[in-house]
Structure formats: structure tokens, C-alpha cells
């Protein structure tokens, strides 16, 4: 294991914060990550997985050794007439993998193509967007356990995935993933039902669009509305879209008819978070180096060298006059270090 220190990690996270790990190296096969668990263990020292480090937030030095996951590779294991079975390592970036497949012609996640990060970090917060999430084509995850030292295959029941949450979450540090499985569509069913999908195929006068078109509508969608954090700091959407119950939602709606919502159950109720941000005003709204972005409230964007900790003080304040506003907690979708 090459094992190197204090390594600043601006260039390792789309907020682009620049702090330092304390201890930091690449893990490229399955036995690096037992080499780094044998010398985490032995030197009592915490661990931190990144992947492309797009959905973290970095508050403090990172007193930890940082396992940079880089393992790759996109293996066919089986194929039958109607699907095709994908093994992808953890490391391989997640468009590129989404690109491969359209491609080739195997659907399910062309949804969800442009979303930064790698292929392992996928699961862990089940990614998704226009009307698709990632658990709905995993078919087993590779992962390390680190309270046993084993490892151990998850199928999808085991990942235990919602909106925006997996057993990686819940059980936070204790799995290292290595490799997902999938399982694509040779003939799959486009989703084409979300709105804004919809209107760029209709104005592209696209009638029976290919996978190719869906990714291309779903780029042009979102290069049109969210920051491209290679040009400008950011996590994406920094809250998740919360749950109210069904009595709460009807109270809201009497003084705030144009709130945006969708039932999730016959009780509950899903809010746009960027409706109630930006009815708070925040949309577009700069504070020194940090902002919330002006063309989607739920992203909180670095216009400089803007810390975590300040990034942080200004996701709280959006949290608390959202909650003065509409009595609604938002909750942070990006985790915090
Ligand atoms: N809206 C506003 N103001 C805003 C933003 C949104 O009023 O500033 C309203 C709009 O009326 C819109 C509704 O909210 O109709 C939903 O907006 P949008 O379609 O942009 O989706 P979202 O709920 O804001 C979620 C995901 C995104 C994903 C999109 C598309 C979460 C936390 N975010 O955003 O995911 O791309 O749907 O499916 O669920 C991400 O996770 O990083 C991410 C970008």
C-alpha cells in the first residue's frame, strides 16, 4: 500500500474545499482494501471511502486515512435474450458507465445519465432523477465488511434502498464497496413520463425516441438547470425533498396554493424542497463566497474559496427559515464530514 500524507483534497470534492487528509491512498482491487483495513485496524486510526467526492461536504481536516476508491472494470457476467448482467467496479466513473450501456443498447439507467460521482457510490444514497432510482436495476453488491473482516454479497432486499437512503446509510462506515451488479434491458420500457423529458422531445420532435435520445434530453435538462461543479463548486441538490403526512400537506396548501407536492402513500405526501427554499427566498441569494444557485434553490453552490464550515452556516439558516416559514425540517442530502 502506498500510503501518503497530508494530501489536500480540493481536487477530491465538487464543493471544492480545500482541506487535508491525514493519511491517503488508492485502492485499485479487492485486496488493497483488505491491505488498508489491516493497517486502519492496526493503527487505530478511523477510515474514510471517496469516490469522486461529489456528495460530500468537508467541515474539518480529515483526520482519517482516505481510501481513494479507483477500481475499475464493466465485466458481461450472463446474458439471456431479453436482459444483460453488468459487474462494475466501484471506481468507474458514473456517467461513463451509463454512456457504455446506452450505447450498447442496454436501458434502465439512461434516466439517470450526468449525475456526478462513481458507480460505488451510487447505491449508498440510491441515486435518482426523472422518475428512476438506481435500486430498481442493482442486482447483488461486493462489499467489504469491516466490523467482520469478511466479505460479503448484499442482494437487493439486504441494501434495504428508499428515497434517497440505503443500508450504507443507515449502517454508515461499516461496508466498502467493491463491485455492483445490474441488470439492464435489451427491450427495456423508456421512462418517459417526467415532465421535462417530455417537453425536450416534444420540441425536438423526437415520436419514438432511443435510449440515446432519453440520456441526451436528460443531459440537455440538466447542463440547462444545475452548475457544472468542474466550473462551479457544488453537491447538487444539498437537501433531500421531505416527507409530510397527509393532514400537514393540506394545512400547507390552504395558504400556499401553488405548493408543489406529490402523494407518496395514501397518508404522506412528498414536498419540493426547491419550491419551499426559493418561497423563502433564497433563490439566487449570495452570501460572501457561497449561494444558493439561482436556477434550483435545492443547490448551494461555492462561487470561491468558501469553507465547508461557511457552506454549512448557510445551509443551516436555509433550514431554519424554510422550517419558520412552512414548520417543514428540510434535511442535508449531502453528508458532512
Ligand atoms: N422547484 C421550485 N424552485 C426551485 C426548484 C424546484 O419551485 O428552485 C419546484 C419546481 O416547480 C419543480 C419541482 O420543484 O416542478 C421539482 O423540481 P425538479 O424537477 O428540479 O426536481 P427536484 O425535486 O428539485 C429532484 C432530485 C434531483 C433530480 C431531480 C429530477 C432530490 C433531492 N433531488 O430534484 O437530484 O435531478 O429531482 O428528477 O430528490 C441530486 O440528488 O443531486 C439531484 C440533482
Given at each position: 500500500?502506498?500510503l501518503?500524507?497530508?494530501?489536500?483534497?480540493?481536487?477530491?470534492?465538487s464543493?471544492?474545499?480545500?482541506?487535508?487528509?491525514?493519511?491517503?491512498?488508492?485502492?485499485?482491487?479487492?485486496?488493497?482494501?483488505?491491505?488498508?483495513?489491516?493497517?486502519?485496524k492496526?493503527?487505530?486510526?478511523p477510515?474514510?471511502?471517496l469516490g469522486?467526492?461529489?456528495?460530500?461536504?468537508?467541515?474539518?481536516?480529515?483526520?482519517?486515512?482516505?481510501?481513494?476508491?479507483?477500481i475499475?472494470g464493466?465485466?458481461?457476467?450472463n446474458?439471456t435474450?431479453s436482459?444483460?448482467?453488468?459487474?462494475?467496479g466501484?471506481g468507474?466513473?458514473?456517467?461513463?458507465?451509463?454512456?457504455?450501456?446506452?450505447?450498447?443498447?442496454?436501458?434502465?439507467?439512461?434516466?439517470?445519465?450526468?449525475i456526478p460521482?462513481?458507480?460505488?457510490?451510487?447505491?449508498i444514497q440510491?441515486i435518482?432523477a426523472?422518475?428512476?432510482?438506481?435500486?430498481?436495476?442493482?442486482e447483488?453488491?461486493?462489499?467489504?465488511?469491516?466490523?467482520t473482516?469478511e466479505?460479503?454479497?448484499?442482494n437487493?432486499?439486504?441494501?434495504d434502498?428508499?428515497y434517497?437512503?440505503?443500508?450504507?446509510k443507515?449502517e454508515?462506515?461499516?461496508?466498502?464497496i467493491s463491485?455492483v451488479?445490474?441488470?439492464?434491458?435489451?427491450?427495456?420500457?423508456?421512462?418517459?413520463?417526467?415532465?421535462a423529458?417530455?417537453e425536450?422531445?416534444?420540441?425536438?420532435?423526437i415520436?419514438?425516441?432511443?435510449?440515446?435520445?432519453?440520456?441526451?434530453?436528460?443531459v440537455l435538462?440538466?447542463t440547462q438547470?444545475?452548475?457544472?461543479?468542474k466550473?462551479?463548486?457544488?453537491?447538487?441538490?444539498?437537501f433531500?425533498?421531505?416527507?409530510?403526512?397527509?393532514s400537514?400537506?393540506?394545512?400547507l396548501?390552504?395558504?400556499?396554493?401553488d405548493?408543489?407536492?406529490f402523494?407518496?402513500?395514501?397518508?404522506?405526501y412528498k414536498?419540493?424542497?426547491?419550491w419551499?427554499i426559493?418561497?423563502?427566498?433564497?433563490?439566487?441569494?449570495k452570501k460572501?463566497?457561497?449561494g444558493?444557485?439561482?436556477?434550483?434553490?435545492?443547490?448551494?453552490?461555492?462561487?470561491?474559496?468558501?469553507?465547508?464550515?461557511e457552506?454549512?452556516a448557510?445551509?443551516?439558516?436555509?433550514?431554519?427559515?424554510?422550517?419558520?416559514?412552512?414548520?417543514?425540517?428540510?434535511?442535508?442530502?449531502?453528508?458532512v464530514?
Amino acid at each position: 500500500m502506498t500510503l501518503k500524507q497530508n494530501i489536500p483534497l480540493k481536487a477530491f470534492n465538487s464543493f471544492a474545499c480545500d482541506i487535508n487528509a491525514k493519511y491517503f491512498t488508492t485502492i485499485q482491487s479487492n485486496q488493497d482494501i483488505e491491505v488498508a483495513f489491516d493497517w486502519f485496524k492496526q493503527n487505530n486510526t478511523p477510515y474514510l471511502v471517496l469516490g469522486s467526492g461529489s456528495n460530500i461536504l468537508f467541515t474539518k481536516e480529515v483526520e482519517a486515512l482516505v481510501l481513494k476508491m479507483e477500481i475499475k472494470g464493466i465485466q458481461k457476467t450472463n446474458e439471456t435474450a431479453s436482459a444483460v448482467y453488468l459487474s462494475v467496479g466501484a471506481g468507474e466513473n458514473w456517467h461513463h458507465f451509463v454512456s457504455y450501456c446506452v450505447q450498447k443498447g442496454w436501458g434502465g439507467i439512461e434516466n439517470l445519465s450526468l449525475i456526478p460521482g462513481t458507480v460505488g457510490a451510487a447505491p449508498i444514497q440510491n441515486i435518482g432523477a426523472y422518475g428512476v432510482e438506481v435500486k430498481e436495476t442493482i442486482e447483488k453488491i461486493t462489499a467489504f465488511d469491516t466490523h467482520t473482516g469478511e466479505w460479503v454479497t448484499l442482494n437487493k432486499l439486504d441494501c434495504d434502498f428508499g428515497y434517497r437512503n440505503s443500508l450504507f446509510k443507515k449502517e454508515k462506515n461499516r461496508y466498502i464497496i467493491s463491485k455492483v451488479d445490474f441488470c439492464l434491458q435489451k427491450q427495456p420500457k423508456l421512462r418517459t413520463d417526467y415532465g421535462a423529458i417530455r417537453e425536450v422531445l416534444h420540441q425536438k420532435e423526437i415520436q419514438n425516441p432511443s435510449l440515446e435520445d432519453i440520456s441526451n434530453a436528460v443531459v440537455l435538462i440538466r447542463t440547462q438547470k444545475l452548475p457544472d461543479p468542474k466550473k462551479l463548486g457544488n453537491a447538487g441538490s444539498f437537501f433531500k425533498n421531505p416527507t409530510i403526512s397527509k393532514s400537514q400537506f393540506e394545512t400547507l396548501k390552504i395558504k400556499n396554493d401553488d405548493i408543489m407536492a406529490f402523494p407518496i402513500s395514501d397518508t404522506e405526501y412528498k414536498l419540493a424542497a426547491g419550491w419551499l427554499i426559493e418561497h423563502c427566498g433564497w433563490k439566487g441569494v449570495k452570501k460572501g463566497h457561497i449561494g444558493c444557485f439561482e436556477k434550483q434553490a435545492l443547490v448551494i453552490v461555492n462561487y470561491g474559496n468558501g469553507t465547508g464550515k461557511e457552506i454549512l452556516a448557510f445551509s443551516e439558516e436555509i433550514i431554519q427559515s424554510v422550517f419558520q416559514k412552512f414548520g417543514v425540517l428540510l434535511e442535508k442530502e449531502v453528508n458532512v464530514y
